[in-house]
C-alpha cells in the first residue's frame, strides 16, 4: 500500500505538478519563430517584426520581464506551451475550438485569410484564346466528338444502304453520308437531305437524336473549359474558379492545405516555405498559390515580385490571431488587457504601414 501511495505521489509530482515557467522566476519566457513579418530574425540574432514590436510594448507598458526562446516552427511551440516550458508565443496562433479548450488566447490582434496568388502571364487575352485552340487538350475533345458522330452515322449506314441506296450510298461515299447525316442531326441544323426509311433506322436516328442532346451539351461545357482554363488566371473572381484550375500549389502544414484536402480539391504541389512557392509560381510552374494572405503579400513587396506574381482581391476563410499561453497562466490577464490597449492605439496602425500588411 506504501508503495502505490509513493507511485502515485511522484506521478503527480513529475505531471500534475508541473508549473509554468513563469512561475519558478520573476521572467517570462516567449517563445517564437521566424515567421515574416510578424516575427523576424535579422542578421545579428535579434528580432524584429509586427508582433515583436507589439509585443515590446505590452511588456513595456505592463512591466513583464521576459527573454525569448526561439523555436523551428510552431509545433515546437505548441508542445512546449502544453508542457509549460514555456510562458506563451506571440507569432499569430489561429483561433479555433481545440485550441481554446486547450490553452489561454487573448483578444484576436490580426485578422487574416487565405490569399491567392497567381503568375503574370504578359499575354493578350487573344493570345490566350489562340493558344488554347491549339492546345491538345482541345485537340483531344474534337477527336472524341467525331469519333461518337462517326459511329452513329456507320451504324445508320449501315442499315440505310440497302434500303435507301439514294441518300445513303455504297463504299466510301456512303460512310460519309452517314457521318454527314449523323454531324446535322446532332447539330439540330434538319437540312432534311438525308433521312432513314427503314423502322431500324428510324429507331438509330431517335436514340441518337435524344443522346445528342446530352452528348453536345457535355462537349460545349468542355470546350469552353478548354478554352478558358488557362484566360482563368486572369479571370479568378470566387472561390469556385479555383476548382477550374489544374496545378493549385500550396505550403506545407498550411491552413491552405488544410482548406484544399477538406474541399476534395487536388494539390498540385506543396512546398516548404512560401518564399519556394512563390518563387516557382513566378516561373509559371503552377497556375496558383494559396496561403495566408498577409504573408504572401510582405514576400511579395520583400522578393520584388510584383511584374510577376499577383494577389488577386479574393481571399479564403478568414481566421483571427492570437497571443497563446498555457491554461490559467498567472499573468494572462496582464498580457490581454495590454493587448487591447496596444490595437486600439495609433501605433498599430503604424506598425501595420510599417511592415506593409494590413489585417483583412
Known amino acids: 500500500m506504501r508503495g502505490l501511495f509513493f507511485y502515485v505521489l511522484a506521478i503527480v509530482l513529475l505531471f500534475g505538478g508541473r508549473q509554468p515557467a513563469y512561475a ?49 516552427d510552431f509545433i515546437g511551440i505548441l508542445k512546449s506551451l502544453e508542457y509549460k516550458e514555456i510562458d506563451l508565443t506571440i507569432n499569430p496562433m489561429d483561433v479555433n475550438d481545440l485550441r481554446v479548450n486547450k490553452f489561454d488566447m487573448t483578444q484576436p490582434y490580426f485578422i487574416s485569410s487565405i490569399g491567392v496568388a497567381i503568375p503574370y502571364l504578359n499575354r493578350s487575352a487573344l493570345s490566350v484564346f489562340i493558344s488554347n485552340i491549339f492546345s491538345l487538350a482541345f485537340f483531344k475533345i474534337i477527336l472524341l466528338l467525331i469519333l461518337v458522330i462517326f459511329v452513329f452515322g456507320f451504324f445508320l449506314w449501315l442499315v440505310e444502304r440497302r434500303h435507301n441506296k439514294f441518300q445513303f450510298r455504297r463504299g466510301f461515299l456512303g460512310l460519309f453520308d452517314g457521318l454527314w447525316w449523323s454531324a446535322v442531326t446532332m447539330t439540330t441544323v434538319g437540312y ?75 494539390i498540385n504541389q506543396t512546398y516548404a516555405s512560401p518564399i519556394l512557392a512563390l518563387r ?81
Open 24 to 72: 519558478e522566476s520573476d521572467t517570462l519566457v516567449v517563445g517564437i519563430y521566424h515567421n515574416p513579418p510578424f516575427v523576424i530574425k535579422t542578421d545579428d540574432n535579434n528580432y524584429e517584426g509586427l508582433s515583436i514590436e507589439l509585443w515590446e510594448n505590452i511588456s513595456a507598458n505592463s512591466n513583464l520581464n521576459f527573454r525569448y526562446e526561439q523555436y523551428s
Open 280 to 360: 516557382a509560381l513566378a516561373k509559371k510552374e503552377n497556375d496558383v498559390l494559396l496561403h495566408d494572405h498577409t504573408i504572401l503579400q510582405y514576400y511579395i513587396n520583400r522578393l520584388s515580385l510584383n511584374e510577376k506574381v499577383k494577389l488577386l482581391p479574393i481571399t479564403l476563410r478568414e481566421h483571427y490571431q492570437s497571443f497563446m499561453l498555457p491554461k490559467d497562466h498567472p499573468v494572462f490577464d496582464v498580457i490581454n488587457v495590454g493587448l487591447m490597449k496596444e490595437i486600439h492605439n495609433y501605433r498599430w496602425e503604424e506598425l501595420q504601414r510599417k511592415y506593409g500588411v494590413k489585417a483583412r
Open 192 to 266: 432534311g437531305d438525308k433521312a432513314p426509311k427503314s423502322n431500324l433506322g428510324k429507331a438509330i436516328a431517335i436514340i441518337w437524336m435524344f443522346t445528342a442532346v446530352i452528348i453536345i451539351s457535355s462537349f460545349t461545357a468542355g470546350i469552353a473549359s478548354t478554352l478558358t482554363i488557362s484566360g482563368l488566371q486572369t479571370d479568378i473572381k470566387t472561390a469556385e474558379d479555383i476548382r477550374l484550375v489544374e496545378n493549385i500549389s500550396v505550403v506545407g502544414a498550411s491552413s491552405s492545405e488544410t482548406l484544399l484536402l477538406q474541399e476534395n480539391l487536388s
